[in-house]
Each structure stands twice: as structure tokens, then as C-alpha cells.
């Protein structure tokens, strides 16, 4: 594996308090840099709170996250996140949507308002590698529900993140337009050597997007099953009929299946 | 069905028909049944009062306006600022919200008296009636935009290092402006009531006070004037609001169109 630059060690997380609910325990994991890993588990098994923990929302009560050799102690903004709901300000364009960012972000907002310019040449370049190419211009609610989470994948890439944090990104949407997003993803990985951490309900997904699966157990979460994904990349979607292809995703629901009733 | 005919369309003409038919039906009534004028003066009887006494009813019409225009301005600009406050906080909305349903709950008849022993018989007393009846809706409306923020947005930009006020002036200021537009319809409606209540109590001026006047010399048709005119000048504050929602946060509608 390459440099590490995700580490979760030993985490536990409970919410309101010392009696309040522990949503994760015992936490570890690593992810590489430029890896693309996912998360796979029971509903209610602590990947939102993996999420926040990595993105500093949320600071452990025990156990330590590191992030690009730095413990997270504040919010880290070297992450972008994307969520199932996309979340699009109705009253900017879509282009401004995504530069929204930028007006955040420390060392862009300065820059901003002075190089616009090639702020906004940069956003044209993420929606046409999305496939949006001329809808900056357009509202969100101009957009079809796919095309909303294209644009919400650019906002989450235009200050350049050394990770992107995925939480169900293509839950909402159907079968279809999932697929086409699924290369977008994979796409943008192969091209922007950006590493990902994609959280989600789907196993043919997570297999098909990921190089190592983590599957999690029922709450308190904790990682109980580690797979490597073997196939080689580029992956085209016909390897999700591939008699391997299915067979990883068998033992993986099997495992999710185990965590399910051990709870 | 759905193809536009050419003529007169219905829709558009409804509200002026229906009103029309308002008219024609109570005037009909009033003759048919020789109903006395101190009962029900007939719209015509109403009409001709206006017609009668236009010098006065103009002057306490402009009076009304006046001191419900500047109440309701008052309440917008307390009502935002109060409301942005209540919804930039949990704490603060946990505790400033009890006390201002209570506040809300004063029928505020009952505060005219105490407006009047501060202020004297006036012109303040019913700006401040119509103020405070007015800014509890901007209130509400401006705090419930700025609390419903989705979570996940909050999220996204704290996790880049959002302070509160980058969160407040991004996302919950702007998103909360369709409810703000939204609330001022209600406003302008309350602060007129307010002023009129309160000319009415304690005023020299202003159609509340116009009317008292008149029905104490058992004038009637003067008193239905009034009420006329309060009808329309509501009306058209009403439709003044309703314009400024649509052209201010026009986004929210479409959008709204678009999801549904």
C-alpha cells in the first residue's frame, strides 16, 4: 500500500454524553493515498459518523484520526464531501454553486475575486469532464436529479481535495443514471489521483468503484472485514457480470448478513 | 381543453365579477327588503357618502396609511434583526422563543392603554400597535429559514473551515429571504389592524377614529365608508407585498414549480 493518509486508530464515538449512544467503537482503518476505498455495512452502523470523523466534524472521545499526517482536531479542508442529497443553493447558478467552496476555503477566498477568471475555467473543466458541459448557467432545479449530484461531485472537487468523502452519493437516483455516475467517479479518479472513501449501501457498487472494501459490524461500528478488490482498471461495467465480479459481492452480503443478525 | 380560447378570460375576470356580484346582490337585498340605512346603508347610500365626505375620509385614509406603513417598516427591520438572532443560535432560541409566544398572545388592545399613559393620544401609540402586532410573523418566518439550513450543507462548509457567519451569510441569510418575503404579507395585514385598533381607542385622526366619530352622531353610511375604504387600502398593501415576494424571490418559485 502506498503512504497512508487516512488512519483511524483505536476510535470510539458516543454521542450526548457519557450515557448517550455509541455509534462506533474500537474503530480502525487506513486508507492510501490515491486508494479508493469504501464502506460497506448494516443500516445504522456508524458510516456517517466515519464520515465526520475524518472530515473533523466530530473529535473522538478516544483513539486518534490523522489525516495527511496531522491529528484531526478542527475541520480539515483538504476533504471535499458529497452527500445522497445534493444540496444545491437554489438561487446561484450552478457554476456559482460550485465555486461556492472557494468563497470558504482560506487560501482561495482571497484569490478569489481577483483571478475569477480562471476560478471559473477550472469549474467549466470539472462539469465538462462530468459530462455538464454549458449547464453552468442553468439553476440546480433546472437540472435533472442526476445531473444535480454531477454538479455536486464538481462543488466537491473545486478546491482541489487530497480526499473526497463520499456518503451515498447515488442512493436517490435510478439504476440507469447510478451507472453512468459510477464511471463518472471512476473517471474522475483514475484522472485527478484524488483518493476517495465512498460510503454506501450498494455492494456491486463498492466493488465495482473500490480497490478495499471495509465492512462494518452493527452498532457500536467497527471494521470486521477487510477485502481487497483484485480486478484491474480501467473497470468497465461489463466485469459487473463477471462470475468473480458476483462472487465478491455473494461473500460480502453474506458478511453484511452475519453483522446483521450478531446485532 | 387545455388550448386557450380566444374572448374573455374567465379566470382574470373572476375576482372584479365576483365583486361585482358582492355589490349588485346587497344592494338588491337592501331595497327588496326596505332595509333602514342605520341597519345596512345600500353600496349606492355607501357610495354617496364617500362622494359626501372625501375630504375627510382622504385625510384619515393618508393618516391610516401613514401610521401602518411606518409601524410595519419598524417591524421589518426589528423583525429581521430579532429573527436572524433567534436563528443564529440554539440557546438563544430556547429562550427568547417562550417569551415572545407569550408576548404574541396579549391580545394587543390591551397594550394601547399602557402606549397611551407613555405616549399620549396620538399618532405613536397606533405606529407602535401596528409594530408590535406585526414583527412576532417576520420573526418566526426569518428564524424558521435560518434553522432549517439541511444539514448536510452545514457540513460541507464546516468541514472547509466555515465560521458561523460565512454559514449565516451563504446559505441561511439568503435561503431564509422567500420566507421573509412570504411573512411580510401576513405583516402588513397585522399592522393594519394594529393602527386601526388603536385609532380607534385613542387616536384624533385616522379612519378607526373617523368612524367612532361618526357612528357617535349615528351617521351610518359614513361608518360603512370607512369600512370600505379600510377594505380597500388592505387590499392594496396586500397586493403591493404579494408583488414585492414575487419580484424579490421569484428563484423560490420557479424552483418550487420545478420539484413539483
Not at chain 1, 491529528?71 to 437554489?90: C, D, E, H, S, Y
Not at chain 1, 439504476?175 to 484524488?194: G, M, N, P, Y
Not at chain 1, 456491486?204 to 480497490?211: I, K, N, S, Y
Not at chain 2, 374573455?8 to 346587497?26: E, G, K, N, Q, S
Request: hydrophobic residues 50%; neutral net charge; charged residues 20%.
Amino acid at each position: 500500500m502506498t503512504r497512508p493518509l487516512v488512519t483511524i486508530e483505536d476510535v470510539d464515538m458516543r454521542y450526548g454524553g457519557p450515557e448517550g449512544l455509541l455509534a462506533v467503537e474500537g474503530l480502525s482503518l487506513t486508507v492510501g493515498t490515491g486508494e479508493f476505498a469504501a464502506v460497506v455495512g448494516p443500516s445504522g452502523c456508524g458510516k456517517s459518523t466515519l464520515m465526520k470523523l475524518v472530515t473533523g466534524l466530530y473529535i473522538p472521545q478516544r483513539g486518534v484520526v490523522t489525516v495527511a499526517d496531522e491529528r484531526v482536531t478542527k475541520p480539515v479542508n483538504i476533504v471535499g464531501m458529497a452527500f445522497q442529497n445534493p444540496t444545491m443553493l437554489p438561487w446561484r447558478t450552478t457554476l456559482d454553486n460550485i465555486l461556492l467552496p472557494l468563497e470558504v476555503v482560506d487560501r482561495h477566498r482571497g484569490r478569489l475575486r481577483m483571478n475569477k477568471a480562471e476560478y471559473v475555467a477550472k469549474a467549466e473543466k470539472l462539469l465538462e469532464t462530468v459530462g455538464l458541459k454549458g449547464f453552468g448557467q442553468k439553476y440546480p432545479w433546472q437540472l435533472s436529479g442526476g445531473m444535480q449530484q454531477r454538479a455536486n461531485l464538481c462543488r466537491a472537487l473545486i478546491h482541489e481535495p487530497d480526499l473526497l468523502m463520499l456518503d451515498e452519493p447515488f442512493g436517490a437516483l435510478d439504476s440507469f443514471t447510478r451507472e453512468e455516475l459510477w464511471c463518472v467517479i471512476r473517471d474522475l479518479h483514475a484522472e485527478q489521483k484524488v483518493t476517495i472513501v465512498l460510503v454506501t449501501h450498494d455492494l456491486r457498487e463498492a466493488v465495482f468503484l473500490a480497490d478495499r472494501i471495509f465492512v462494518m459490524s452493527a452498532r457500536p461500528g467497527r471494521v470486521i472485514r477487510e477485502q481487497a478488490v483484485p480486478f484491474a482498471r480501467p473497470r468497465d461495467l461489463e466485469i459487473l457480470y463477471e462470475p468473480a465480479f458476483n462472487d465478491i459481492v455473494h461473500e460480502l452480503r453474506g458478511n453484511i448478513a452475519d453483522a446483521r443478525k450478531a446485532a | 381543453m387545455s388550448e386557450r380560447k380566444p374572448g374573455i378570460d374567465w379566470i382574470r375576470a373572476a375576482p372584479w365579477l365576483y365583486t361585482a356580484v358582492l355589490f349588485i346582490v346587497w344592494e338588491l337585498a337592501v331595497r327588496a327588503f326596505g332595509l333602514p340605512q342605520y341597519i345596512l346603508p345600500a353600496p349606492s347610500r355607501i357610495a354617496q357618502a364617500i362622494w359626501q365626505y372625501w375630504p375627510a375620509i382622504w385625510k384619515n385614509s393618508l393618516q391610516t396609511l401613514y401610521t401602518t406603513t411606518v409601524g410595519f417598516a419598524l417591524a421589518v427591520v426589528g423583525g429581521l434583526a430579532l429573527g436572524i438572532l433567534v436563528g443564529w443560535s440554539r440557546f438563544i432560541y430556547a429562550g427568547l422563543y417562550p417569551l415572545m409566544v407569550g408576548f404574541n398572545a396579549i391580545p394587543k388592545v390591551a397594550v394601547v392603554p399602557i402606549l397611551v399613559i407613555w405616549f399620549g393620544i396620538g399618532t405613536v401609540p397606533a405606529v407602535l400597535t401596528a409594530f408590535l402586532i406585526a414583527f412576532f410573523p417576520i420573526v418566526v418566518n426569518v428564524a424558521t429559514g435560518l434553522a432549517t439550513i439541511e444539514p448536510e450543507m452545514e457540513d460541507v462548509l464546516r468541514a472547509l473551515g466555515a465560521k458561523k457567519m460565512d454559514i449565516m451569510l451563504k446559505v441561511g441569510i439568503p435561503r431564509s429571504m422567500p420566507y421573509f418575503f412570504g411573512s411580510l404579507k401576513i405583516a402588513i395585514t397585522l399592522a393594519f389592524v394594529g393602527s386601526v385598533i388603536a385609532e380607534t381607542v385613542a387616536a384624533n385622526s385616522g379612519l378607526g377614529h373617523m368612524m367612532l366619530a361618526a357612528q357617535s352622531q349615528f351617521n351610518v353610511p359614513l361608518v360603512w365608508a370607512g369600512l370600505i375604504m379600510l377594505a380597500i387600502e388592505g387590499i392594496v398593501m396586500y397586493a403591493a407585498m404579494a408583488w414585492v415576494e414575487m419580484r424579490m424571490t421569484g428563484w423560490a418559485h420557479r424552483s418550487q414549480m420545478a420539484a413539483g
